[in-house]
C-alpha cells in the first residue's frame, strides 16, 4: 500500500505562487506515474499535470501550460506542482495520484492522496 500526503495549499493572491507537496510512502514511489488532478466547486475531478516514474515526461493540462511545473524527486520520495500566476479559476481541492505501468486519470489510479485546497483569491 502506497500512502499519498498533500501539502502547501492555502489562500493566495491571483497572480501569487504556491509549491505543492505529495509525499509517498509504503512502496517504492520510482516505479510510479504521478499525477496532480483537482476538483473545482461543483465540479468533477480534472486533469492537471502527470509525470513519468522517471520524471522525463511530463504532461500538462492546456489550463495550467505555461503556468504550472510538475516535477518529482525519488529520492525523496516526493512529487511537486509549482504553481505561478495563479488564477481565480484555480481554486480547487488539488489531488496528487500514482499509478503503475500507465499514467493516472481522473477516474483511474491506484492511490489517491486526500487532497489540499488551494483557493485564489481575484
Known amino acids: 500500500q502506497v500512502q499519498l500526503v498533500e501539502s502547501g495549499g492555502g489562500l493566495v493572491q491571483a497572480g501569487g505562487s504556491l509549491r505543492l507537496s505529495c509525499a509517498a510512502s509504503?512502496?517504492?514511489?520510482?516505479?510510479?506515474?504521478m499525477g496532480w488532478f483537482r476538483r473545482a466547486p461543483g465540479k468533477e475531478r480534472r486533469f492537471v499535470a502527470t509525470?513519468?516514474?522517471?520524471?522525463?515526461?511530463?504532461y500538462y493540462a492546456d489550463s495550467v501550460k505555461g503556468r504550472f511545473t510538475i516535477s518529482r524527486d525519488n529520492a525523496k520520495n516526493t512529487v511537486y506542482l509549482q504553481m505561478n500566476t495563479l488564477k481565480f479559476e484555480d481554486t480547487a481541492v488539488y489531488y496528487c495520484?500514482?499509478?503503475?505501468?500507465?499514467?493516472?486519470?481522473?477516474?483511474?489510479?491506484?492511490?489517491w492522496g486526500q487532497g489540499t485546497q488551494v483557493t485564489v483569491s481575484s
Open positions: 509504503g512502496g517504492t514511489f520510482s516505479r510510479y506515474n
Open positions: 509525470i513519468s516514474s522517471s520524471g522525463t515526461t511530463r
Open positions: 495520484a500514482a499509478a503503475g505501468g500507465r499514467f493516472p486519470t481522473p477516474e483511474v489510479a491506484d492511490y
